[in-house]
């Protein structure tokens, strides 16, 4: 159900408070055993160490693997589309490839020394390669390692041009990397603990992959406000989620917490955010993607236990959607909707142009926890 | 160096997920599984039933009723404004004032069921991002003096800044020869009036979306609530807790000590009175035992200890008038309502909520 728009509600259209559908599952049986749907969501998911891994859901089934650390993003294999690589959240090391069709691990594979992961990785065009964003953590400095697509061994390691390289993403050239390098200074002796909120400095950076050079780098006013993470749509405009890094802040005015670098853009343009929804946000924005069929670009806050949507060629605040502890977020296979999901294993569709949610799409997987970050894929294709 | 290697089968294979029947989502509740570490589900319910009956649902409708005696006060003072009257409204006004501090303790549902334009701002400015309007009001009703058409429709299309409690303190407190100022201008009391009529107006309002109908939904939010069917699907103890530290962070990131009431010199009656409701939801019996003593249960004697030294510092901050300590104290127990309380009550607040990257 769509709230009425009117003047006072400057025009937003309020979506997602439709009373839900029951959900059915039959759950517990693997991909090899069913009928397999077209689309399937992936996460990281887990709310203890025991129960870490990763979470592979249709619309009628779902299963879970145990992987024994905590991943962030979790992606669909390019050369093995039945696989999935979940990738360790800072400061983890490993990256773990699992089957889906068994639901076993095939391949553990560990950092470089003395450098971690962020919990992000994308592959090349070709699908030979990975790219995961590193610290070294000896160095204090931001690294994109090349890995080989198909057995993880590392071929080469550029500068990420600047420290605690997030999320990163191919462009629509196939070459270009854009990488979100959130600032942050952090050392596995310490934890999660930043270093250097004194010094931060966060940039969006586009990388040629193939030698490590910078090609552009951007950033927004707010030096304390850390990019962390970006999609890219297929005409190349990037959106990224900020996070502000409060108690490093000198001031307690709200900081941009959305932004687009439109295709062709030379700077990065804020999103223009009602100071109330800013508010809610608690500082956050934890995840973001664009539908490029719709043209909205989505960004999730779990701490505001709320979903944004703006219009990506006019900038303006379309709808939002509330939702406890919501931070996956992703497009549908075919494009129609935004899917997202919380840590208390509900997931929730909307539809990609109107926000209203859509009647009957609601499950409610109470033995999944599902984490930051969340892909629609079709496990018989291999991802784009 | 990389290594590769190949494990053994760790998939587990999740049988019977289970489905959340009803409508509204729920958050978590609806395994209903017994996992041994913090209350069952009937405790909870149990929990939030007897909190929404006992401490919600009161505050608001408390809250609805000064708001109510403050127009009505405010329209008979207006016949003949006199100084000899004015204590009592000035009274009334902290009473008003004093019922919001204990409401806004849960601050969600229908005071932010639009979060672009929520209600509780309209009621309390400040409560949004700790703003002093206070100049800017008195410069607005100034201004206001002269409006020709000073009528329930020119408030209702106030921004939040300038109506609700801070307007009003505004417009009974500040300012010298008050009494003769609104017996010599006419306009004062249509200011007056319209503002208090306003509020009266939001707090129904607030009073009605808990117990009467949601967000047009056909039922009031307390019925979401014990039944744990928030819109959200949050846990309805979780969004309790949620609120209750939401509340102490506001009023220490904010200083609320030094912003709030501070022309009605108010202040420290308020932030006393917002410690008071907190320490109320703790430690008040529900259903047969209080939050502390719950904790106590389950075995989390640590965490019990920790909450109530942080309450007793914070009692003694108040008595002393110690804002640094006070700030101090309630920060600390706003931690509590982060990791000891739902910890001990075996509550997840949510991975990403807590926890995100």
């Not at chain 1, 937003?12 to 749907?37: C, D, E, T």
């Not at chain 1, 949507?309 to 549908?332: E, M």
Request: net charge negative.
């Amino acid at each position: 159900m769509t709230m009425p728009i009117n003047a006072r509600r400057r025009q937003l259209v309020l979506a997602g408070l439709s009373l839900p559908a029951m959900a059915a599952f039959s759950g517990g049986r693997y991909l090899a055993q069913q009928p397999a749907p077209r689309e399937w969501l992936i996460s990281a998911q887990g709310r203890t160490p025991e129960q870490y891994g990763a979470a592979w859901a249709s619309s009628s089934t779902h299963a879970t693997t145990v992987t024994g650390l905590r991943g962030h993003d979790v992606l669909q294999h390019a050369l093995r589309p039945q696989h999935l690589i979940v990738v360790a959240r800072r400061p983890g090391r490993e990256l773990v490839e699992i089957d889906l069709l068994s639901g076993r691990i095939q391949q553990r594979s560990a950092c470089l020394p003395h450098h971690h992961l962020n919990g992000h990785a994308c592959f090349s065009a070709d699908g030979r390669y990975l790219f995961t964003s590193e610290s070294d953590y000896q160095q204090g400095t931001g690294r994109l390692i090349v890995r080989d697509a198909d057995n993880y061994q590392v071929l080469d390691s550029f500068s990420s041009h600047g420290i605690g390289p997030h999320e990163l993403q191919l462009m629509p050239d196939g070459r270009t990397l854009a990488v979100a390098n959130g600032g942050l200074l952090t050392h596995p002796d310490s934890g999660r603990k930043v270093l250097n909120l004194d010094s931060m400095r966060s940039s969006l950076s586009l990388i040629d992959s193939h030698n490590g050079e910078l090609l552009a780098e951007y950033q927004v006013a707010e030096p304390k406000a850390s990019i962390r993470h970006l999609d890219v749509a297929q005409d190349g405009s990037i959106s990224v989620a900020l996070q502000m890094q409060r108690q490093a802040a000198e001031h307690q005015q709200l900081a941009p917490l959305a932004a687009l670098l439109p295709s062709g853009g030379n700077a990065l343009q804020v999103l223009d955010t009602p100071e109330t929804l800013l508010w809610h946000c608690n500082d956050y924005m934890g995840s973001t993607r664009i539908n490029g069929r719709s043209r909205l670009a989505g960004f999730t806050s779990p701490r505001g236990d709320i979903a944004l949507f703006w219009h990506i060629d006019s900038g303006r605040l379309a709808g939002y959607h509330r939702l406890h502890d919501v931070c996956g977020l992703t497009v549908s296979l075919d494009q129609k909707r935004f899917i997202l999901t919380n840590s208390d294993g509900h997931i929730r569709q909307l539809d990609a142009f109107n926000l209203e949610e859509i009647p009957g799409s609601r499950q409610h997987l109470s033995d999944v926890a599902w984490d930051n970050h969340l892909h629609a894929i079709d496990p018989n294709l291999a991802a784009s | 160096m990389i290594t590769t290697t190949h494990t053994a089968l760790t998939a587990t294979a999740l049988s019977c997920a289970l489905l959340l029947s009803a409508c509204g989502g729920g958050g978590s509740s609806s395994s209903g599984d017994s996992s041994g570490e913090g209350l069952s589900q009937a405790e909870r319910q149990n929990l939030v039933e007897a909190i929404t009956r006992q401490q919600i649902l009161p505050a608001v409708d408390a809250f609805h009723e000064q708001t109510a005696v403050l127009n009505s006060q405010s329209q008979s003072w207006c016949q003949q404004p006199s100084a000899a009257g004015l204590p009592e409204l000035q009274q009334q006004w902290l009473a008003t004032a004093d019922a919001w501090y204990q409401a806004q303790l849960f601050n969600f549902g229908p005071a932010d069921a639009d979060p672009v334009l929520p209600l509780y701002t309209y009621i309390d400015s400040l409560r949004l991002r700790g703003t002093d309007y206070r100049e800017t009001v008195r410069t607005t009703q100034q201004n206001w003096l002269t409006e020709d058409n000073l009528g329930d429709a020119f408030f209702a299309e106030q921004r939040f800044q300038y109506v609700g409690l801070l307007a009003l303190e505004e417009a009974l407190f500040y300012g010298d020869n008050l009494a003769d100022n609104y017996a010599n201008t006419p306009q004062r009391c249509a200011i007056l009036t319209g503002l208090t009529g306003l509020l009266q107006q939001h707090a129904q309002q607030l009073a009605g979306g808990w117990s009467i109908d949601y967000d047009n939904s056909g039922s009031g939010f307390d019925q979401r609530l014990i039944s744990n069917q928030l819109p959200n699907a949050r846990e309805a103890l979780a969004q309790i807790l949620i609120s209750g530290q939401e509340y102490l962070d506001y009023l220490k990131k904010r200083n609320v000590i030094t912003q709030a009431g501070t022309t009605a010199e108010a202040s420290w009656q308020l932030v006393g009175t917002a410690f008071e409701a907190s320490k109320r939801l703790l430690t008040e019996p529900y259903a047969g035992a209080s939050i502390l003593e719950r904790m106590q249960q389950q075995g989390y004697e640590l965490n019990v200890n920790a909450v109530n030294a942080n309450i007793a510092m914070a009692e003694q901050a108040l008595a002393e008038r110690n804002a640094v300590d006070f700030n101090a104290a309630i920060g600390m127990l706003d931690g509590n309502f982060k990791r000891e309380i739902p910890v001990a009550l075996g509550i997840d607040l949510g991975i990403n909520f807590t926890d995100g990257d």
